[in-house]
């Protein structure tokens, strides 16, 4: 505001000059007056310029519609307020108000211009501050008047602008080292967007040479996306909206790809004010971006994983309150997180942990160490419904704003015990087998054995494996039963049989092997699971228990046999004494014949005497009936000693352990031997039908099939109460040779057929036979690979058919060394 | 036959085996004392011993058509006094029968046989059978 100009007094003269011009001064003053007054009327109505006028009291008098725009208030609410009280900030406060206090009491000149920070309805605005006090008549100061610009965002690019002055000043003093060495990107583009220069690390930023990037413009290497925002700033500098700008965007690298740059740019003006050139200063964010674009994803990660982990997450403060709860948590515990978080974290512990809890986060925290974290441990949790739960809880501990928490991640491993449980179950079980079991991979590895393993760990048939991979060594097996082997496991996924195991000692020992494939994705990683069970003792026990039916057999025969050899002998022993007293007789009349000749010598009378005599002793002795009896006599002997030669052999070839040869057999001949050897037993019981067609030998042990017959025979004797018929029948069908042993006994009850073969059963009274007959003979019968049938009706019989193969393909070569 | 004869002491051996039966008079065949009778043929004997009484049986066990025992059986319902015996091979038998409280058997001679004990029992069991009431 203008002031008064004062006049001069000086003469009369002077005094019309004085009042022409003080009506001169006043219609100028009027003029100034209201060409002040029009003046602050049109800069009230300017807009982009607050003005406000306080009074002495700090009260505000006047504001502009710009003014009420900037504080966000209408006019109304701001006049009469304590403007320093309402609008600064209140560090301000004090100081502004002395300073007022000082202008307005005149010990202190005005300051026409300062920045200072006001509160407005949207929050603290930077605002330059052009001030003039207002005097009253006595020049006394009766308030304050100043205008106010916004220049919170240039306040904000002054920074930028500064760095951009400071570039330039590089740029104009081209040589500055700092210039060139900068670790930032800087350039000049001129208006229309052209790189005018660019110093060595723009061009480690962009990949394009000082020399390079004079042909482009920022346009080109500047990221489409990102191109109209850029433009839009450039627009707004150019028309002077803004000093500078500040951007994040993305460049193309001379290579192609992407690089991220913080961008600030400033314009250089003319000294007409027209645009001169841009001031462009990058830096690399590249790195910055990635690592912020890592962390959005790992914290978007760590969100999700925390409410969809199905193990339970838990945080707590140092005393133990829960402040943090996943739904995981409320799967395994039963708790919602409303309805624990902010309780204590022991409403999860079972009682008698509890007292160690509490102890363990006190020491914790008083020692800042803790023994449990870093490594999982199994703990026992409680459960709403009060029941436990095992759980592997990993532990760690933080600090935020000087609070201790500890964090908590807990998993159900209910299901991880009860198979942990289980796994010692079974491997427990397994070890105490007497079936050694182990596992191996194709190659012959052993992955896993039973402690049946360890002591005879040679079973394992290194063999099999002596080709590489035992599935790809198919058909290079020179050994049939390995062959056998290769090919079960590649057809059927699984082989059994009997190995034998060369000892040391030279003795066999014998294994029942089970050998199964668990094939797996691939065929490398499969392996072979070998379940062996010695057999030795069953093998030996098996070989006894064939010997020992057979003796009871022919010891159900001994009856018979004792009588059948008690008779001959019986006659022979007695025919024997006979006899010596016939050569006795025999004697004696030799003796006469030396009387005889001695009467002869004598004379006809002597001859006579002795003749008569010899006669006579003749007569005594019954000579006629010793000489007629005598040839019967000894055939009669010779037959009974032949009987008992035969009954002998028969019984000695029953009773003979087997050679274990294969050998060819005559069936018939076999079924007569065994009527032979049951003879005795049978003669006036059983009358003995063969119907034999004339078959073909059979491969065979024969002893064993021997046994069988007489065991048949023996059976069908028993069935057969009183009197009955045996009828033994041959044929051949096809490779195969058929043998049926028919009764017209007592007969089978359809009850007890399926149990025939079955050791130890018997229907038979005490003593009369042990049961084991049927069992031996179908043992035999299938180790002969042939077949034993039987069928009967009750009361009238039966019959039982054995099948037998001609020849024995044995798959097991050691079979017949039993 | 004559009257000396018959005063004689009646003894029946039956066995299936004409051999035994053979030996048997080998045995005897100067021996006048008793009157002997051997038959082979169980279902003569059989027949034979429901007709003729006999001082002494003695039979075998294991025949074709009976057992010795059944034909003693006979033996015992026909002429209770006579004197009867088993010879036989198979001894369980003919032990299980003597020991059984109707006495079937009297004594039991096992095969093979010792002819001086053999002539021994017959002379023991003549007089047993000479001192059963008529």
């Known amino acids: 505001m203008k002031k008064a100009n004062s006049a001069n007094p000086t003469t009369d003269q002077l005094e019309i000059e004085r009042l022409r011009a003080l009506e001169k001064a006043t219609r100028e003053e009027l003029n100034q007056l209201k060409q002040s007054n029009l003046q602050a009327q049109q800069y009230l109505d300017i807009a982009g310029v607050a003005m406000v006028a306080l009074d002495t009291n700090q009260k505000v008098v006047m504001i502009n519609q710009e003014g009420c725009r900037m504080l966000g208030y209408p006019e109304e609410e701001i006049l009469g307020t304590n403007w320093f009280e309402n609008f600064l900030i209140t560090e301000d406060i004090p100081a502004v108000k002395n300073l007022y206090h000082r202008l307005m009491t005149q010990q202190s000149p005005i300051v026409e211009y300062y920045e200072n920070p006001i509160r407005t309805k949207t929050g603290t605005r930077l605002v330059e501050w052009h001030n003039s006090i207002l005097l009253d008549l006595q020049k006394k100061p009766i308030g304050i008047l100043s205008s106010g610009l916004d220049i919170s965002e240039r306040a904000m690019a002054q920074k930028a602008l500064e760095q951009a002055n400071k570039a330039e000043q590089h740029i104009s003093s081209k040589y500055s080292a700092t210039f060139d060495l900068a670790p930032i990107g800087i350039a000049r ?289 020179e050994d049939p039963i390995h062959q056998n082997i290769c090919e079960a496991l590649l057809q059927i996924g699984t082989w059994q049989g009997e190995l034998p195991l060369h000892c040391h000692n030279g003795d066999y020992k014998y294994f029942e092997v089970t050998i199964s494939l668990q094939e797996s994705d691939n065929l490398e990683s499969s392996t072979l699971v070998f379940v062996a069970l010695e057999i030795t ?74 003749l008569t005599k010899i006669d006579k002793k003749k007569k005594m002795i019954n000579y006629d009936y010793i000489q007629r009896d005598i040839k019967l006599l000894l055939a009669d002997m010779l037959d009974g000693v032949d009987r008992i030669k035969d009954i002998v052999n028969n019984l000695r070839d029953f009773s003979h352990v087997d050679t274990h040869k294969l050998e060819k057999m005559d069936v018939n001949l076999s079924l007569q031997k065994a009527v032979k050897v049951a003879w005795h037993s049978l003669k ?113 019989g039966c019959s039982f058919t054995i099948v037998l193969p001609l020849k024995q393909h044995l798959k097991n070569p050691d079979q017949g060394k039993r | 036959m004559n009257d000396r004869k018959e005063t004689r002491f009646k003894i029946l051996f039956i066995d299936d085996e004409p051999h035994i039966l053979r030996a048997l008079e080998r045995e005897f065949y100067n021996q006048t004392a008793y009157n002997f009778t051997y038959v082979s043929d169980d279902r003569k004997a059989y027949n034979l011993v429901q007709k003729e009484e006999f001082a002494i049986v003695i039979s075998d066990y294991l025949m074709p058509y009976y057992k010795g025992t059944e034909i003693l059986a006979k033996v015992y319902e026909h002429s209770p006094r006579t004197r009867r015996i088993l010879l036989t091979g198979f001894a369980e038998v003919a032990s299980q029968h003597i020991s059984q409280p109707e006495q079937l058997i009297h004594q039991y001679i096992e095969k093979p046989w010792d002819k001086q004990k053999l002539l021994q029992c017959l002379d023991e069991e003549i007089i047993l059978y000479q001192s059963w009431p008529k």
């Open chain 1, 537 to 610: 003792m069953r093998r030996l026990e098996q070989a006894r228990q064939i010997q020992s039916q057979k003796m009871e057999s022919l010891g159900t025969l001994a009856g018979g046999v004792a009588h059948e050899i008690n008779n001959p002998i019986g006659y022979v022993s007695s025919n024997l004494h006979s006899l010596t007293g016939y050569l006795k007789a025999f004697g004696e009349l030799e003796d006469m014949r030396s009387e005889l000749e001695e009467g002869v010598r004598l004379g006809e009378n002597g001859a006579l005497q002795a």
């Open chain 1, 189 to 477: 583009v001129s208006p229309e967007g052209k790189f005018l220069e660019s110093n060595p690390y723009w061009g480690i930023i962009t990949g394009y040479s000082k020399e390079e990037i004079l042909d482009l413009t920022f346009q080109d290497l500047t990221h489409p996306d990102d191109l109209e925002q850029d433009l839009e700033f450039v627009r707004q500098l150019l028309a002077g909206e803004i000093q500078s700008y500040t951007m994040e965007k993305r460049y193309f690298h001379k290579k192609g790809y992407i690089v991220w740059v913080k961008l600030i740019v400033s314009l250089q003006r003319k000294e007409n004010r027209d645009p001169d050139f841009f001031i462009s200063i990058i830096t690399d964010i590249t790195e910055k971006k990635r690592i912020e674009g890592e962390l959005a994803y790992s914290e978007e990660r760590l969100r999700t994983l925390l409410a969809s982990s199905q193990d339970a997450i838990v945080t707590i403060d140092k005393d133990s309150q829960v402040v943090f709860w996943n739904d995981g948590a409320t799967n395994i515990f039963g708790y919602t997180a409303s309805e624990i978080i902010g309780k204590p974290l022991t409403k999860i512990i079972p009682k008698n942990f509890r007292g160690g809890h509490i102890k363990g986060v006190a020491t914790v925290i008083s020692t800042g160490k803790s023994r449990l974290a870093g490594v999982p441990l199994d703990l026992v949790g409680l459960r709403k419904d009060q029941t436990q739960v095992p759980v592997e809880l990993s532990l760690s501990r933080w600090e935020l704003r000087g609070q201790v928490y500890f964090s908590g991640i807990m998993r159900d491993i209910s299901a991880r015990k009860e198979a942990e449980a289980e796994t010692k179950r079974l491997t427990h079980a397994i070890d105490q087998l007497h079936e050694i079991v182990f596992i191996t991979d194709l190659k012959g590895e052993i992955i896993y054995s039973n402690s049946a393993f360890s002591k005879t760990p040679e079973i394992l048939p290194k063999e099999l494996f002596a080709q590489g991979a035992i599935l790809s060594a198919c058909n290079n097996y």
């Open chain 1, 684 to 796: 006036f019981k059983c009358a003995i039908k063969e119907e034999f067609s004339l078959v073909p030998l059979v491969e065979c042990f024969p002893q064993e099939i021997n046994q069988v017959f007489l065991n048949l025979i023996i059976n069908a004797m028993h069935a057969i109460e009183e009197k009955g018929t045996i009828t033994l029948k041959t044929s051949q069908i096809a490779d195969k040779i058929q043998i049926q042993v028919i009764d017209d006994g007592v007969g089978i009850k359809a009850t007890n057929i399926p149990r025939l073969f079955e050791p130890f059963f018997t229907t038979k009274p005490v003593g009369k036979g042990t049961g084991l007959g049927l069992s031996v003979s179908y043992k035999i019968i299938k180790d002969h690979h042939g077949t034993v049938e039987v069928t009967s009706e009750y009361g009238r």
